[in-house]
């Protein structure tokens, strides 16, 4: 039997400070979404809970490859992040991804 990802809700950090909901079902989508040939990840100190850890999925080569800097995203995490970045969640106990909490969803867009 195969078993299907269903899935995640994030939200992306343009480089141009815009805020959209997405999607993802693995690391390939998290690398389309933010543009990157390698993503990685930049944990977002303050965030989060016992049972969730707020991550940034962003560009790895985003420096080298002369994306812009993301003024938000580098806000959120204390690190200067270039390109966008996507929001995720990630269940601290097991490193498996989640849907990022709807109260995130709110606080950052609003809704």
């Not at 850890?53 to 080569?61: G, K, P, T």
Request: proline share 5%; aromatic share 8%; glycine share 10%.
């Amino acid at each position: 039997m195969e078993t299907t990802t269903l899935p995640y809700r994030a939200v992306l950090i343009s480089e141009d400070g815009y805020l959209t909901p997405r999607s993802y079902k693995d690391y390939k989508d998290m690398n389309r979404l933010i543009g990157a040939e390698y993503g990685t990840v930049v944990t977002v100190p303050g965030l989060g809970d016992e049972n969730t850890r707020i991550d940034l999925w962003v560009d790895d080569e985003g420096l080298l490859t002369g994306r812009k800097h993301n003024p938000m995203a580098s806000g959120f995490c204390g690190q200067t992040i270039m390109g966008h970045a996507l929001v995720t969640a990630v269940d601290p106990n097991t490193g498996e991804s989640k849907d990022l909490p709807h109260n995130y969803h709110r606080i950052l867009l609003g809704f």
